[in-house]
Structure formats: structure tokens, C-alpha cells
């Protein structure tokens, strides 16, 4: 906690000029979308969050310039929501969750093993610079517990040894799919500029293809609609 306050209390570092003027650009394009400005606040911690990796103070100074917010304003958003990092993150932030059902079928075990295996505790981030790890709250996906989310994308029915082979795997640069859809993982920073509302380059992004899992609510319609489950 104490790191934290210091990251977001220090007098912050400009961008270097290229990257604040890319970062206006985008910044408008992205405030233009919406009715009143300061609802782009949310897209825009993202985009900062996509050139450092976290939302730093020099983000924070950032977004309220282009929102007419003060620091404090911007700074209460980011420090409420869990997906924007306070402190620096490695390429794959690996959240195991812990929440009741996921521990009880194991989750709390993986978190353990992964710990352990990876050298690292919760909150920290792999030398290499390549995995943050964190234990996270419920992400509605309980009937495929445990469950791990890499940058967000799901990896369901999770075992300790299949936790460790997918951290092994991104720390190789393999490509790895998660549980929901065939698209590869992309890193954290690219995660970030997805959630800023910039397109998803990766190939069949586009495609709307999705996973068993995603599609097993559509499917139980669809038989109830026929009268083909009761």
C-alpha cells in the first residue's frame, strides 16, 4: 500500500513529447465519442494504462488535463476499479481467483502452488518482467471453478499443474488461447488499448467466434424457445 501512495503522490515525469502527442490525439478521439467529456474517463485510464503498463501519476495528471478534472477526481476512478493497476505489471497479469466457490474446488491451492512455482507473492511481478500475480474476487464464472483470468480472458476448470504449464507457457512466448474463444492472448499493455475502445487486431478478433462456455447460456434459450428442455 505504502508503494502505491508513493506512486501516486510523487510529482509525476512528463511523457516524452512524441508520446503526450500521440496521446492527445487519441485522448480527443476517444472524449469525442461521448456527450459530456468527463464520461471518457474510464477509456482514457485504459489508455493510459496501455502506454506504462499501470495508471501512474503522470497518467492521472494526463486524463485530468484532457477532462478538466482536478488529480483527486481522477485518482478516486482509478483507485476503485481492480482492472486499473497502481503499480507497474508484467506483460500477463495472472489473477487466481479465490472467492468461495473457486477455493473451496482448489482455487486457493493454485494461488499456492503458483506462488511458489513462479517465486513471487501476491500483488508481485516475475523478474523477467513477463507475470504480475494476484489472487482476485469473483468473476461470475463459478460453474467452471477454479478459474484463472490472464489479462483478463478466462482459463476455466483450472488444476495447479495446468495453472503452472500456462504461466511456463507465457513466460516461453508461446501462444496460448484461453477458455471462451480461439484468439490468442495478447500482453497487458495491448489488453489496456482494447479497453480504450481501439480495435482488437488480433486475428479473429473480428469474428465474433466464441467458446462453449460463452455460448452454454444462448444455447439453454434456444432449446427452451423449441421446447427442447424443460
Known sequence: MTEILLNLTTRPIPY??????????????????????RSALLPLLH????????????????CAEQLGLT???VTAVATFYSMYRRLPTGDYHVGVCTNTLCAVMGGDQILAELKQHLGIKHGETTADGAVTLEHIECNAACDYAPVVMVNWEFFDNQTPESAKGLVDSLRRGEQVTGSRSGIPLCTFRETARILAGYEDQRPGATDGAAGPATLAGLHV???DSTGGAQ
Open 16 to 37: 516524452p513529447e512524441q508520446v503526450r502527442d500521440r496521446l492527445h490525439v487519441e485522448a480527443q478521439e476517444i472524449i469525442e465519442r461521448y456527450p459530456h467529456s
Open 221 to 223: 434459450a434456444e432449446q
Open 71 to 73: 488529480d483527486a477526481e
Open 47 to 62: 489508455l493510459v494504462q496501455s502506454v506504462e503498463g499501470y495508471v501512474s501519476g503522470t497518467g492521472i495528471e494526463f
